[in-house]
């Protein structure tokens, strides 16, 4: 309860105080990139309730909403390659914390064609919690192609969670642990745009 309490006031404090940055690369985008500034996407969620996740486009309108590590580099755009070196484009996933559909900590949501990946988590029971936009296997650069040593860790982080592990997995993130979504070249990460 305390952790969903930090949640809505670390989302609505970052909405607000980077309302400026998001205007701006919103309007950049708009300008300089084809299709919407924003990128929706369905993932599985608590219980495995699927909610539509929101975060810059990165890539040419025409890319199929399938795991990064199946997508052509090439479909990167050149401006989409700063969103995500800088992990801007995770940003607009601030507004699902606040609605409720994920936590900042948590484990990274999936797609709902990453069965293997679902059926290890339901395994480990890691559908109890919210998905967050970082979390232990994100610092320890633990990505979606190895879904049994992913759910382990995501497994892991759950049952030792506090209130000041949370705050060190965001701390740690902001610091450039972790990386952002990696595409292309077989095998690295399997999350979607």
Same mark, same amino acid.
């Given at each position: ?81 700063? =969103? @995500? %070196? ?13 609605? $409720? !559909?994920?936590?900042?900590? +948590? ?55 506090? =209130? @000041? %592990? ?13 990386? $952002? !979504?990696?595409?292309?070249? +077989? ?7």
């Amino acid at each position: 309860m305390i952790i969903r309490l930090f949640d809505i006031i670390l989302s609505l404090f970052g909405l607000i105080f980077l309302s400026p940055l998001f205007f701006g690369v919103f309007i950049f985008s708009y300008l300089f990139q084809q299709g919407s500034p924003l990128f929706r996407q369905l993932r599985v969620g608590r219980d495995k309730k699927l909610f539509t996740l929101i975060k810059f486009r990165t890539m040419k309108p025409e890319t199929g909403s399938v795991g990064t590590h199946e997508v052509n580099p090439a479909q990167v755009t050149r401006w989409g390659h700063l =969103l @995500r %070196k800088t992990k801007i484009d995770e940003l607009p996933q601030l507004w699902n914390v606040l609605r $409720g !559909d994920m936590s900042l900590v +948590g484990p990274r949501p999936c797609l709902p064609t990453q069965t293997e990946l679902i059926r290890a988590r339901e395994k480990m029971g890691v559908f109890t919690v919210r998905p967050g936009i970082t979390g232990l296997a994100q610092i320890q650069e633990i990505d979606m192609s190895t879904p049994d040593l992913l759910a382990n860790t995501d497994a892991e982080m759950i049952r030792t969670m506090s =209130l @000041r %592990k949370y705050f060190k997995y965001i701390v740690r993130t902001i610091c450039g642990s972790g990386f $952002g !979504d990696r595409v292309g070249k +077989g095998g690295q990460k399997t999350e979607g745009r």
